[in-house]
């Protein structure tokens, strides 16, 4: 399943859709997305597995950032550097990202050895990752029922 995604750009009112779908091909269209709205661009990566950063390739050019054991684990795995030649940057606690303040932090042998998320306290955001799956959650089933 696509999902699509809106989004702005500075010069239009509102934009086409950046419509998700399978690597690669996702991967450059959230790239164009990325274009179209013109501003900085930034990639976290929560994980070292491959679907989650198969098109680190079309981003070369932004500041990769993740929990700083995942970002170890990331910068010492061929098939991650083979796409990404610059190091991922680090984070132990918070970051400061364009104008907003992330913390960072992981959970140990779940969906993986190191599950990084992220959060924002102050707007009471939470980024799980692969932490949660669709319908898996009980909280999240009441939510949204089928
Ligand atoms: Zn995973």
Known sequence: MRHPI?????????GSFCRLGPAPVFAAELRNCVNAINKPGTV???HNHG???GGAGNFGDLDFY???????QLNSTTDFTDLYSRKVIGVTGTQMIGDLTFAFDKVSNAETGENGYIYKVKHKIVFAEDLIYNLTHPYLE?????
Request: charged share 35%.
């Open 6 to 14: 809106q989004y702005r750009s500075s010069r239009q009112k509102i």
């Open 142 to 146: 009441r939510i949204y029922p089928k």
């Open 66 to 72: 993740a929990e700083s054991e995942v970002a170890e």
């Open 44 to 46: 976290i990566i929560s």
């Open 51 to 53: 679907d989650h950063f």
